[in-house]
């Protein structure tokens, strides 16, 4: 069947990607129509805010809900080496004294289901429990959608622009053959939680810390949750985590990767696991373009990064931003190309990238305490990355000294 009152815009998919394009969209005046498979609230991991998330949580309108819900304001980040020395705090504020240096720790069911409230509450027609089987063509141009909803009814909704929100199994991706692969970040993490796991005492409480494995073959993040509960995973290659193992099992290998990081045993020695352990394995791509003549990729149907720096919801977000306002000019002046519509991806693949960098210079063992005291007037600029102010060419001037540092540490260890 053909749905009737067809919108202008179909997002595919309800997590922060597709509920921050929607709202966007629509507080332009625009119909739009958003189709979720899942019922909210429903799990997903990737707890940790970064503090440039607050720009778009201000024009979405989500501002006072955060702060008269019940999440743990998170104000730093720090560092713990193979040996268990923890950094000085990474503290936002102390280089943008401004609201937006004070974010939140947030559980996804809770802050997933606030975001897609509030796309319901600014017009959104938000329809969840249907799975949108696939996006319809005519030539190049996507032209719909058809889906399928839990009594078993297909449907064909037309529009003029589709949004692929749908995550690391985005429609759009694999059916163009649009995904690559990184040819470096070829990791696998490890999660669980934990109730009664220790936390740094005041302004700390709600740090995300880092903590190296020996060798620093990878890392374990350390998130601090309400209700006593911290999310704590391990990073490392695929073929570390996974692979010349006596056993394959979740726990097994999790456990032996805590016992080689003395940052995060004593953190849990207290504590009570509460959930079961969860994998995903090399989940590091993007796609080779932001949009098509009628469709938008963005968040994790367009790409994944990798955990470290906790920057998947600042790019849902900031990816959702960029194209809500891409589509509306779009629609403003008829013109839903691919030249239009995807005309915020250059400086957005440009801030992907520098996040990338960041991230492969971990991996290359940089240590941000050397790189400090060595040139300590690059704190602001870490301290800028860190809080995923990356769209900005500024930013650029750090990699020289990085670069340095790592060069340093690689002469010293041989």
């Known amino acids: 069947m053909v749905d009737a009152g067809n919108p202008e815009v179909v997002v595919i998919g309800g997590g922060p990607a597709g509920a921050t394009t929607a709202t966007l969209v629509a507080q332009h005046g625009r119909t739009v129509r958003l189709f979720e498979r899942d019922r909210f609230p429903r799990y997903h991991v990737g ?32 560092f713990v080496s193979e040996q268990g020395r923890v950094s000085e705090p990474f503290y936002f504020a102390d280089y943008k004294p401004h609201e937006s240096s004070r974010t939140w720790q947030v559980t996804r069911q809770e802050f997933d289901q606030m975001m897609l409230d509030n796309a319901r509450s600014h017009g959104v027609d938000v329809r969840e429990g249907v799975r949108v089987l696939d996006v319809l063509f005519e030539g190049r141009r996507a032209v719909g959608v058809r889906t399928l909803d839990e009594d078993g009814v297909e449907s064909e909704v037309r529009c003029d622009v589709v949004v ?40 700390d409480a ?33 073929d570390h985590l996974f692979k010349n193992r006596d056993s394959k099992d979740l726990e097994a290998i999790y456990r032996d990767e805590m016992a080689r990081c003395p940052g995060v045993q004593p953190r849990l020695t207290s504590a009570e696991r509460v959930a079961p352990y969860r994998a995903a394995k090399e989940y590091s791509y993007r796609a080779s373009q932001v949009a098509g003549d009628g469709w938008v990729l963005v968040g994790d149907a367009f790409g994944f990064l990798d955990p470290l720096y906790s920057s998947g919801i600042l790019l849902a977000l900031k990816s959702g931003a960029l194209a809500a306002d891409a589509i509306a000019e779009g629609l403003d002046c008829h013109d839903t190309s691919e030249a239009r519509l995807g005309s915020w991806g250059p400086g957005y693949t440009a801030g992907l ?41 500024d930013i650029d001037a750090l990699w020289p000294l990085m670069d340095d540092a790592i060069d340093q540490r690689a002469s010293t260890a041989s």
């Open 353 to 393: 990238d520098r996040m990338r960098k960041l991230v492969c210079g971990f991996y290359d063992g940089l240590n941000f305490g050397q790189l400090v005291r060595r040139h300590g007037d690059a704190k602001p600029l870490i301290t800028d990355i860190l809080i995923g102010d990356i769209f900005k060419g």
């Open 164 to 203: 692929d929100a749908a995550g690391q199994s985005g429609i759009i991706l694999d059916r163009l053959g649009l995904r690559q692969w990184d040819p470096v970040l070829k990791k696998a993490a490890i999660w669980t939680y934990w109730k009664g796991g220790q936390r740094e005492p005041g302004l």
């Open 47 to 78: 707890e940790s805010l970064i503090p440039e998330t607050f720009w778009v949580l201000e024009r979405l309108g989500m501002l006072p809900r955060l702060r008269g819900g019940p999440f743990v304001e998170k104000h730093s980040v720090q």
């Open 206 to 238: 709600g740090a995300t810390l880092v903590m190296q494995t020996q060798g620093k073959v990878g890392w374990f993040w350390y998130i601090p949750l309400q209700d006593d509960l911290v999310s704590v995973g391990v990073v490392a290659p695929f």
